[in-house]
């Protein structure tokens, strides 16, 4: 019996799950709630972040990973073991090897974490791969080759931004900021603006339906609801994709300049192949409108949506798993 095989992005916001021959199986929120009173885990995954900011006092919905690492050990390894049971079903009698995808500025003790993590979870074999390298893999980008590939991962927590060359990272940078910080941005404009205090998710509702990262010239509008900060009552206000733009530009601005760094310390003759080739967008956040256009104007080089820019880390994280060998100086723990 061949032993199976997971990769996991481990994502801030979200936890997608791949296998190999099957592709994405699971693609849930990266939420668990738990009782207060006795520390039990009530829900984990969609019917958890139905919870988020609904809950009685004897239940918390948190998210145990921030900033794309792990914030709450305990709870992200009953978390993962969730995931992997779910993803492989049944009776197993052969524990699998997992492949998790981590941010590229993730420190030492960090890896460690997620490695023991996913041990406990029931992996047979742990290893860990840097999210750039493994965005650019499911961006079929041919990561092998003896020229520069510039990949930037926009997450739910993290910004990771990497130029690629021979299976390896030449320069990256990674930015704790990602589309969490979008939506906090958007709460704290429209308390700052409109005297409105809104959750979370109705945050992520608006960034998705109307946010953009650059003026329209027909913006989109939206109704939203929420307490009236003077008042503390029910009131609902029109926003438009310009209120959006303005609310998280100094958020976008830190992105921005991750960029210019990696772009700055990139050997010049990696630069001419960035120049050529143009820079490729992946993960969640980089589906924001314009974007794209906004990394263009701001560093000169043309910025490309990868497709299905959602799913490059996880498809990635299966691609490197059926190719361990070929890969294998990518993968920095086990």
């Known amino acids: 019996m061949l032993r199976k095989k997971i990769g996991i992005d481990l994502g801030t916001t979200n936890i997608l799950v791949y296998l190999p021959k099957k592709g994405v199986v699971i693609n849930e929120p990266s939420v668990v709630a738990i009782s207060t009173t006795d520390k039990k885990i009530m829900a984990v995954g969609l019917e958890a972040k139905e919870m988020l900011g609904k ?100 997450g739910g927590g993290t910004s990771e931004v990497a130029v690629i060359s021979l299976g ?53 509008t939206m109704e939203v609801r929420g307490r009236d900060m003077i008042t503390g009552l029910p009131r609902t206000i029109t926003l438009t994709t310009n209120d959006i733009v303005e609310g998280i530009e100094y958020c976008l601005e830190g992105i921005i300049d991750t960029v210019k760094e990696v772009l700055h310390n990139t050997p010049p003759e990696l630069s001419a192949d960035v120049i050529d080739k143009g820079i490729i967008m992946s993960g969640g956040t980089s589906l924001l409108r314009n974007v794209d256009q906004l990394i263009s104007r701001a560093t000169g080089v043309p910025a490309y949506i990868a497709d299905d820019a959602y799913f490059c880390v996880a498809k990635g994280t299966g691609v490197a798993l059926e190719n361990l060998d070929f890969y294998k100086r990518s993968i920095i723990g086990s």
């Open 55 to 154: 809950t009685p006092d004897t239940i918390i919905a948190l998210r145990p990973l921030k900033d794309g690492v792990i914030a709450d050990y305990k709870t992200t390894e009953a978390m993962l073991r969730y995931f992997i049971n779910k993803a492989l079903g049944g009776i197993r009698i052969l524990r699998p090897e997992v492949m998790v995808a981590v941010p590229a500025g993730i420190t030492s003790t960090e890896k460690r974490a997620v490695i023991d993590a996913t041990m406990a979870a029931g992996a047979k074999a742990a290893y860990i791969i840097k999210e750039p390298i493994v965005a650019a893999i499911g961006a079929s980008i041919p990561i092998g080759s003896p020229s520069g590939n510039m990949i930037i991962d926009i």
């Open 168 to 220: 390896g990272i030449v320069a990256c940078a990674s930015v704790r900021i990602g589309g969490n910080k979008l939506d906090q941005a958007i709460i704290e404009y429209t308390r700052r603006k409109y005297n409105l205090a809104i959750g979370e998710r109705t945050a992520e509702i608006i960034k998705i339906n109307i946010g953009a990262a650059l003026p329209m010239e027909e913006p989109l």
